[in-house]
């Protein structure tokens, strides 16, 4: 079989850098040269360590004698539904304007501690995004507003109220403005609302703007459905990570993603965009393009599709590959028919009208007409319009909304808030950008505190209920609107009341069940009002003669940035840069060698008339002549944890025809000085140890699936034979239970929905920037992001070893990238075991590999010895060191405390901390299905990486079970597509790899420049 591409990780690796080599060579982040600062955490050397270790155990045990008695409370009138150390679990709904996820919270003692998605939801089917399984945490933000305030001092709500009234029924015209809503009955709250005061006006922006879509779509977002579509053109529209409805897009567009010898089939995905996204990583063939080419692209398609106008077929496909990926897209469209889709993330209307049509000349199945998505309704004009004439209002209320931080023109808001004569509320949760410049701040119940429905699509209906008593002296903003408006019905019987034409007759018995599954069917919402469709050929912006052209983007963790002060999404990695803490400038590797740049200069980026400075990322895929950006952060007023981290973006986003532009012509400017950046990716590095990660096109799957996969074999003295086959270990036999993993990289998107959902489960802390570039990031779980060099060209072969690294140190400019989730393997023959010397680390009958937090003495043996370097050390007591405070600090507070799992300890300084398989949900399913007599069912027991995978590319349970569906993954893939990482060391995890598939017929498109790269190498030799 053709030889494995050769993967790396980061530029500092493929470059070999000095400071690469450096931090490679000293383990778990020590400095090569012994240092000891006068801290209380450092870690002492081991020679003192050992010196002082006797007289260390002694002194725990006297304190252990000496700790107070303290007696438990027990309840006196316990809630019905509590029983303390049950978990109880709630059907809910994420929105905040932006993320939709159906969810259910889980609550301990009352208080919710984790986000499941929700199975029964037909729009995310159990998934759930990143951001989702972060918001939990927000609920116990110190930053949120704790009662209502007049101009930054607390008052009565009865005071704010009677105030109000009056002020309200004289200032005129009023506005209301907000982040989309998709909330029927908060409509209508709205809307009874402006009945009583007349002159009202709601207007709703989203921050990353899909208006042009929606002119050009009726007013709506198109019902897509990528699980119909076998051609999938995507436009820069980054549908997996950020584009509208992320998770619902994952779950669909993996179904055409996943083979087995029985379904030898996969759609194809071709992707044009600017930055390399999490959509474009995973793109069969991607082409890297300037902005302003999008717009050419959609009128060449719309040529070809609608005119029969092909796009010319290039001469030499490795040296155009846009024009190239150009002519397959248009070619293979065409054969698709209605199973074709083009979607585009550009907000040109002209652009959006060109994509509309092409998809209407399909005819494509993959766009349901009868069940458009609500989650974007934001209009641009409109909202320009309010801010250019906001001295014309009398009042203004921002529901959710802080357009001071995230609108382009939020100066001129900022200016219009400090004129006293401009009555302005905020219904806001905290003292934002916005909501401390008005006088009235009148704080919303956090959305775990409040009922709500929600509309994500037409027909498709979910609810929202309280889990937890409101914590501060706040109110639903829905009540406080009825309220002004002289109704004094509660938000949850107007909710009720706008539910009965849904629930038919017997309403009680309707209600309790949509209450009790979180979703329902039916509509609520009116059909929107139609928008005029732009009409016309699209006009590509064309760039100024010598100029950069800048692309603004979103970044999966961080969004918009309205969760910013999310410690978990801060530190959680960039799927594609691997970055934390902080945005950055993305430059393609020749715009950084030209100016003289390296990874961490700081430039100054000037577009629109305005400036910011951040450091370089020199970033593989970036389309040559432009730049990137993330929007989300350089708050100000968000919280210490978000506050001054990286730049705003917003500013440079510019108002044109009618939509906000996304892209500029800017200019970069070097200032001299630099910032380091977090980065994650080559900290345990496990580079050309083959094989880790395995790729193969379609074309070879469908030949033969059983050549697609490279399997390590030893030479013994009766042959070549599987590592399994020689080994002086002593097999394990597991007579009950033998819990396994199998992870199939074709349906991993690298989105970290599973790293934050790891964390947020096992209690894991967060460190900040500074400890991430010690290179000691905490993640149980994380995702490796290769990038691959075609060094397996047959015209590499005879180069030999150091030929072929000098070949991988000269890239393609547009690499293949694949992700892998990288955790504890549980090996059967684990290294670590053998090394403890106070056996901390252990095996279990059941085939994990347990840590004993409390007899780790930190010698980090095992660590050292594991060949996959996924064992974290604790450096410090990241729960009480005011040192991490900043970053870490809803440990250090009562309130934010109650967000953890009293199922998983706490760990304190100096231990070694790893994947446990989530070992406490095993219990808690053995445990259940032991009470019932019973053998736990396949699926009863699910990781909390498992279950909050979108695209169900995690598969956990017991292969002693031969149904579930681990044992037949096990069995149906051994031999094809099923792998061990680093199989040769012989460990023998407990977790199985697919190889990924790409739908490519080979990877020209992708190429380097293969004379370039020879000739380095020859010169290398020479």
Request: proline share 6%; glycine share 8%; charged share 20%.
């Amino acid at each position: 079989m053709q030889e494995s591409p050769k993967y790396w990780k980061g530029i500092e690796e493929l470059e070999n850098s000095p400071e690469f080599l450096h931090n490679a060579l000293s383990e778990f982040g020590i400095p090569m040269k012994e240092s000891r600062p006068s801290t209380d955490d450092t870690v002492a050397p081991r020679r003192d360590f050992l010196k002082l270790m006797g007289f260390g155990l002694a002194a725990a045990t006297l304190a252990s004698c000496e700790a107070p008695v303290r007696k438990a409370i027990p309840y006196l009138n316990k809630p019905e539904e509590v029983d303390p150390g049950i978990a109880n679990f709630y059907a809910s709904t994420y929105f905040t304007g932006q993320d939709y996820n159906s969810v259910l919270v889980k609550t301990r003692e009352g208080r919710p501690i984790k986000l499941e998605g929700n199975p029964e939801s037909p729009v995310t089917r159990g998934g759930l995004s990143a951001r989702a399984q972060a918001s939990v945490l927000s609920l116990y933000d110190g930053a949120r507003l704790q009662s209502f305030a007049i101009n930054g001092k607390p008052a009565d709500k009865e005071k704010v109220d009677q105030e109000l009234r009056g002020r309200l029924a004289s200032a005129g015209r009023i506005a209301i403005v907000s982040h989309t809503i998709i909330s029927p009955s908060t409509k209508r709250a709205i809307a009874d609302f402006a009945g009583r005061f007349g002159n009202v006006e709601h207007v709703m922006y989203d921050a990353n703007s899909v208006s042009a879509l929606l002119r050009a779509n009726g007013g709506v977002v198109p019902g897509y459905d990528f699980s119909k579509a076998s051609v999938i053109v995507s436009l820069g529209a980054d549908f997996l990570g950020t584009w509208i409805s992320p998770v619902e897009y994952a779950a669909q567009y993996v179904v055409n993603r996943k083979v087995s010898s029985d379904k030898r089939s996969m759609s194809r995905h071709i992707q044009f965009e600017t930055n390399m996204s999490l959509t474009g990583s995973n793109a069969d063939i991607r082409a890297a393009v300037k902005p302003s080419q999008i717009g050419t692209i959609a009128q060449q398609l719309h040529a070809a599709i609608v005119g029969g106008s092909m796009p010319a077929k290039p001469a030499d496909p490795k040296k155009d590959i846009m024009a190239n990926a150009l002519y397959m897209a248009a070619s293979e469209l065409k054969a698709a028919g209605n199973g074709g889709l083009v979607v585009s993330g550009s907000n040109d209307a002209n652009v959006q009208a060109l994509v509309a049509a092409i998809n209407a000349a399909l005819g494509t199945a993959a766009i349901n007409p009868a069940a458009p998505s609500y989650v974007r309704q934001g209009d641009d004009q409109r909202m320009a319009n309010l801010v250019n004439g906001i001295g014309s209002y009398g009042a203004v209320i921002f529901y959710h909304a802080n357009p001071v931080y995230d609108h382009p023109m939020g100066d001129k808001v900022a200016a219009a808030l400090a004129n006293k004569g401009l009555l302005s509320i905020s219904f806001n949760h905290t003292a934002d950008e916005t909501g401390s410049l008005c006088q009235y701040q009148c704080p919303d119940h956090h959305w775990m505190e409040s009922w709500n429905d929600y509309e994500p699509k037409r027909g498709f209906l979910s609810l929202a209920q309280p889990v937890i008593t409101p914590l501060f002296k706040t109110r639903q903003a829905q009540e406080s609107l009825l309220t002004w408006a002289g109704n004094p019905t509660s938000y949850y019987n107007y909710l009720r009341n706008n539910w009965r034409g849904i629930l038919g007759g017997n309403f009680q018995a309707g209600w309790d069940k949509a209450v009790h599954d979180g979703v329902a069917t039916g509509t609520l919402l009116p059909a929107p009002a139609a928008q005029l469709a732009p009409a016309g050929q699209a006009t590509a912006p064309a760039a100024k003669s010598g100029g950069v052209e800048l692309a603004i983007y979103e970044k999966v963790a961080l969004g918009s940035g309205a969760e910013a002060n999310n410690p978990w999404l801060q530190e959680l990695p960039d799927p594609v840069s691997k970055a934390t803490w902080g945005n950055y400038v993305t430059v393609p590797r020749a715009m950084a060698k030209e100016k003289g740049w390296e990874q961490g200069d700081v430039v100054k980026v000037t577009a629109n008339g305005k400036s910011l400075e951040l450091p370089v990322l020199i970033q593989p895929g970036q389309a040559q002549g432009t730049i990137g950006i993330a929007l989300g952060y350089g708050r100000t007023k968000a919280g210490m944890v978000a506050d001054k981290v990286g730049a705003n973006a917003y500013p440079l986003v510019s108002l044109a025809d009618n939509a906000l532009n996304y892209t500029a012509t800017a200019t970069v400017e070097a200032t001299g000085s630099r910032e380091p950046l977090a980065q994650t990716q080559t900290h345990h590095t496990i580079m050309d140890r083959k094989p880790v990660v395995q790729v193969a096109t379609l074309e070879q799957y469908i030949k033969n699936p059983k050549e697609v996969t490279e399997y390590d074999k030893i030479a013994t003295p009766d042959g070549l034979e599987k590592p399994s086959k020689v080994s002086l270990w002593q097999d394990y036999e597991y007579k009950n239970h033998h819990w396994a993993m199998a992870i199939d990289l074709n349906s991993c998107i690298g989105c970290g929905s599973c790293v934050v959902g790891c964390q947020v489960e096992n209690n894991v802390p967060v460190v900040g920037k500074q400890e991430v570039i010690n290179r000691r990031e905490m993640h149980w779980l994380r995702i490796d992001r290769y990038y691959s060099s075609d060094t397996h060209k047959d015209s590499f072969e005879d180069k030999g070893k150091l030929s072929t690294y000098a070949l991988m140190e000269d890239p393609s400019d547009n690499p293949q990238v694949i992700f892998q989730p990288m955790l504890c393997q549980h090996c059967n023959h684990a290294p670590c075991e053998t090394v403890c010397p106070v056996l901390a680390t252990t095996h279990s009958t059941e085939g994990l590999n347990q840590m004993t937090y409390n007899r780790c003495v930190g010698t980090r043996y095992c660590a050292n010895n594991c060949p996959y370097k996924v064992r974290r050390f604790n450096w410090f007591s990241y729960y009480s060191n005011e040192k991490f405070e900043t970053v870490n600090g809803h440990m250090f507070t009562d309130l934010g405390r109650m967000v953890l799992n009293p199922d998983v300890m706490v760990r304190a300084r100096g231990v070694i901390e790893k994947c446990s398989f989530c070992v406490q949900r095993i219990q808690l399913g053995k445990l259940e299905a032991k009470k019932q007599k019973r053998r736990p069912v396949d699926g009863e027991v699910v990781t909390a990486c498992a279950q909050s995978c979108p695209t169900q590319a995690i598969v956990f349970g017991d292969l002693k079970d031969p149904n579930s569906r681990v044992a037949q993954i096990w069995r149906r893939e051994d031999g094809e597509r099923g792998f061990k990482v680093l199989d040769a060391v012989n460990t023998q995890p407990n977790i199985t790899y697919l190889t990924k598939i790409r739908n490519s017929a080979t990877s020209e498109f992708f190429a380097p420049e293969v004379e370039k790269a020879e000739k380095k190498a020859e010169a290398h030799n020479a």
